[in-house]
């Protein structure tokens, strides 16, 4: 069956423009959660929806990160006014259930700011 | 935020030798995972563990949730050449209700290289 898709799979963009990453999420799956992973490093949280409850965006590192879900499926993580800093992966996962231990990950969306 | 700490960084080994990584924290977690990851790919998760004490296995793969639920260790036996890739543990709370909480913690990786 089909896995967390992501796209897209690059992204190179300029200092001070938004972009915009796309997650879809396997079939069924009421929990999706975005990461981001810099060169070398473990995976940092940055939100979770779950089902209709408010999204935990705990993790979220500015307000220039934002991230949407509609209709309980497909999410959208959307960056404004990017920076060097923020040049990473930025992977996405879903899962079955409320307790969200197997998380299923899609191949990540690599973005570079120049 | 908060990482685990994951020891060793990295390994070289030999073909065929057993491998052994692990993971500790100041703080309990619910569930305990372990995921590999190859280049260019997302984590794939490998094994979960769900209590404390628990020892479970996945072909070569062993893996324990400490008694103290602060700390995991992975082992792999007789290694092969596609073992090569970097290994993550993860961590996972529980929320007030006891079930566990989505959010992941995820360690720094340990780089595995298989030498034939």
């Known amino acids: 069956g089909a896995g967390v898709s992501q796209s897209p799979s690059n992204k190179v963009t300029e200092k001070g423009k938004d972009v915009e990453l796309r997650c879809d999420p396997i079939?069924?799956?009421?929990?999706l959660y975005w990461y981001r992973q810099s060169l070398g490093q473990g995976l940092e949280f940055l939100i979770y929806?779950?089902?209709?409850?408010?999204?935990?965006k705990s993790g979220l590192p500015s307000d220039r990160f934002s991230a949407e879900r509609t209709g309980g499926s497909v999410s959208t993580l959307t960056i404004q006014r990017t920076q060097q800093e923020d040049s990473a992966v930025y992977l996405c996962?879903?899962?079955?259930?409320?307790?969200?231990?197997?998380?299923?990950f899609g191949p990540g969306t690599r973005l570079t700011v120049t | 935020g908060q990482q685990l700490n994951q020891s060793p960084q990295s390994m070289f080994i030999q073909e065929g030798e057993d491998v052994s990584m692990n993971c500790t924290s100041s703080?309990?977690?619910?569930?305990w995972l372990w995921y590999k990851q190859d280049p260019g790919e997302g984590p794939v998760l490998l094994i979960a563990?769900?209590?404390?004490?628990e020892l479970t296995s996945n072909g070569r793969l062993t893996a324990q949730f400490g008694i103290t639920r602060k700390d995991s260790f992975l082992n792999i036996s007789a290694s092969i050449p596609s073992d090569v890739g970097i290994y993550f543990c993860?961590?996972?709370?529980?929320?007030?209700?006891?079930?566990?909480?989505?959010?992941?913690?995820f360690g720094q990786g340990t780089i595995l290289t298989v030498h034939p």
């Open positions: 079939s069924g799956h009421t929990a």
């Open positions: 996962a879903s899962s079955s259930d409320l307790g969200g231990y197997e998380q299923y």
């Open positions: 703080s309990i977690f619910n569930t």
């Open positions: 993860a961590g996972q709370r529980a929320n007030a209700g006891g079930t566990s909480y989505g959010k992941l913690t």
């Open positions: 563990l769900y209590k404390a004490g």
């Open positions: 929806f779950q089902g209709n409850s408010a999204p935990d």
